[in-house]
């Protein structure tokens, strides 16, 4: 028998229950039998929060459209412009997921639980248009420091930033090998560019 509990904690508690279900087995391979069971309640009881599949998903949905407005913030390293973007290419290349996530927040559950799906390409387009910006709001003021305090000395802020935004695409769509061998001279020829300020308007 389900222990009782307050309305919106047995709520929430459905929500991540099929949240870890969508993440694992795709939204078409879980059942609202399966949320009841993960979330140790009956269907029933389910049923009185959520009339169906769809409707939990699309509550999922929009925490996630909220979720991707956050900003990942790139901290400066040693006040130098070029080694932290030196460092975020690396880290990009080193870590299993995705790097501005972790700098974000954001959870990776979730995104995992609403991406999982057949057929949203479109729906998810419409809701990342909806959330923060990576190259205006993360990589640019990172470039823009560099133009300020003289580091980088010539050069648009925005197309570096997009060059750089194209390398870290690379990097995360790559395996690892391949980006060793391909992609880290890309990254050294881009960073001597910057320091010998060959990046021209």
């Given at each position: 028998m389900h222990k009782r509990i307050a309305k919106e904690d047995r709520h929430e508690q459905l929500l991540n229950a099929a949240c870890e279900l969508f993440a694992k087995k795709g939204f078409d391979g879980t059942t609202m039998k399966d949320i009841a069971a993960r979330a140790g309640v009956t269907p029933p009881l389910l049923n009185q929060h959520f009339n169906s599949k769809e409707d939990i998903y699309s509550e999922l949905y929009?925490?996630?459209?909220?979720?991707?407005?956050?900003?990942?913030?790139?901290?400066?390293i040693d006040g130098s412009a070029i080694a932290t973007i030196e460092n975020l290419l690396k880290e990009e290349l080193e870590q299993d997921s995705w790097y501005f996530e972790k700098l974000?927040?954001?959870?990776?559950?979730?995104?995992?639980?609403?991406?999982?799906?057949?057929?949203?390409?479109?729906?998810?387009?419409?809701?990342?248009?909806?959330g923060s910006d990576v190259v205006t709001d993360s990589i640019l003021p990172v470039v823009q420091f560099g133009i300020d305090a003289g580091e980088i000395?010539?050069?648009?802020?925005?197309?570096?930033?997009?060059?750089?935004?194209?390398?870290?695409?690379?990097?995360?769509?790559?395996?690892?090998?391949?980006?060793?061998?391909?992609y880290l001279p890309t990254i050294y020829m881009l960073l001597e560019l910057l320091k010998n300020d060959c990046i021209n308007n």
């Open positions: 929009e925490r996630w459209c909220e979720d991707v407005k956050k900003i990942a913030v790139i901290p400066i974000s927040g954001r959870d990776v559950l979730l995104d995992q639980a609403v991406r999982n799906r057949v057929g949203i390409s479109k729906l998810l387009t419409a809701g990342l248009k909806r000395r010539r050069g648009d802020a925005k197309a570096i930033a997009n060059i750089i935004w194209t390398i870290l695409g690379g990097l995360r769509n790559q395996r690892r090998n391949f980006a060793e061998r391909f």
